[in-house]
C-alpha cells in the first residue's frame, strides 16, 4: 500500500522565518506535485518535479525531489503572511494514471 | 476559458436521498478525477476515467458511481446519501499525452447529509 507522509502536519511560523516541509512516500516513484490549498478554495498546482535532482522555484518557495530517498522538499524562505495555507505534496506511480496525496501541511504565517 | 467547473457549489441532502455532481472541463483533458476531502485525511481518490466512456475505482468508491459520456463531462452519482458522504468533493482533470499528471482542480462541492 502506497503511503505519503507529510511532516510537519502543522506549522506555525513567524514572518521573515526559514522552514521546510518534507514529504516522504513508500514506493518508487520518479515524478511529485505540489499544491496549495487556500482555506474553502480549491487545489492550486505549484511544482511539478519529474526526476531525481530536480529542484523548482517560485517566489519564496523551492522545492527538490530525492527519489533514491523517497523524499521532497518545499523549503520556505522568508515567510510571509500571504504563504498561509495548506500544502498537499502528491505522487503517482507507473501505470496507475493518478495521484496519491498526502494528508497535508496547514502552515500559519504570524506577522 | 474556464478551466474545470463544478455544479452545485453547495448541497444539503438527507438521508436516503439521491444526487448527481457535475464536472465540466473546457481543457479537452482525457482524464478526469473525483476526490472527496476530509479534515485531516487530504484527498482520497473516488473513481477516475481515462476517456470518454471508461470509469475505474478509486480509493473510496463505496457508495457512489460515476459516468462519463462526454469528454468534458464526468458526473459523480449518489444514490442513497449516507451522513458518512458529507464531505467536500472535489473533481480534476489532466492531460494524458505528457509523462506526467499535474491535475486541474474544480472549486469544490460542500455536501452535507443530515
Redesign the interface.
Known amino acids: 500500500e502506497l503511503k505519503v507522509e507529510q511532516n510537519p502536519l502543522f506549522l506555525s511560523m513567524q514572518e521573515g522565518k526559514n522552514y521546510t516541509i518534507y514529504c516522504n512516500y513508500s514506493t518508487t516513484s520518479d515524478r511529485l506535485y505540489w499544491y496549495r490549498q487556500d482555506p474553502g478554495k480549491s487545489l492550486e498546482s505549484l511544482f511539478v518535479l519529474l526526476s531525481n535532482g530536480a529542484v523548482k522555484q517560485e517566489g519564496r518557495l523551492m522545492a527538490s525531489l530525492d527519489t533514491k530517498a523517497r523524499l521532497s522538499t518545499l523549503h520556505i524562505t522568508a515567510a510571509v503572511h500571504d504563504l498561509s495555507a495548506t500544502y498537499f505534496c502528491a505522487v503517482d506511480i507507473s501505470g496507475a494514471n493518478n495521484l496519491f496525496f498526502g494528508t497535508g501541511t496547514r502552515l500559519t504565517v504570524i506577522p | 476559458n474556464a478551466g474545470v467547473t463544478q455544479t452545485p457549489k453547495f448541497r444539503v441532502l438527507k438521508t436516503g436521498q439521491s444526487m448527481t455532481l457535475l464536472c465540466a472541463q473546457d481543457m479537452n483533458h482525457e ?1 478526469m ?1 473525483w476526490y472527496r476531502q476530509d479534515p ?6 473516488i473513481h ?1 476515467s ?1 476517456g470518454e466512456g471508461t470509469t475505474a475505482k ?1 480509493e473510496v468508491p463505496d457508495g457512489y458511481n460515476v459516468s462519463r459520456l462526454k469528454k468534458q463531462n464526468f458526473l459523480l452519482g449518489l444514490e442513497s446519501a449516507a451522513p458518512s458522504q458529507t464531505s467536500v468533493y ?1 473533481c ?1 482533470s489532466s492531460y494524458s499525452d505528457r ?10 462541492t460542500r455536501l452535507t447529509v443530515t
Open positions: 482524464y478525477y485531516g485525511m487530504g484527498l482520497r481518490l477516475y481515462v478509486g472535489f480534476a509523462d506526467y499528471y499535474e491535475q486541474y482542480f474544480g472549486p469544490g
